[in-house]
């Protein structure tokens, strides 16, 4: 009796990198701190409530 070939092997693709990692999840900022520029140490005189008087017109 003939017998039957084996099936071929099937074909397998190597992997040209290595698989992926999820990616590191960012630092955390350090809470309680903010910017000086969020947080300006002078007073904002663009508010109506804090802006500087008006200077009295100089006679001369």
Do not use: F
């Amino acid at each position: 009796m003939a017998t039957t070939p084996e099936p071929p092997a099937p074909d397998t693709i190597e992997p040209a990198s290595p698989p992926e990692s999820p990616p590191m999840p960012a630092p955390m900022e350090e809470p309680g701190t903010t910017p000086d520029e969020i947080d300006p140490p002078q007073p904002d005189y663009d508010q109506p409530d804090t802006a500087p008087s008006e200077a009295p017109p100089q006679t001369l």
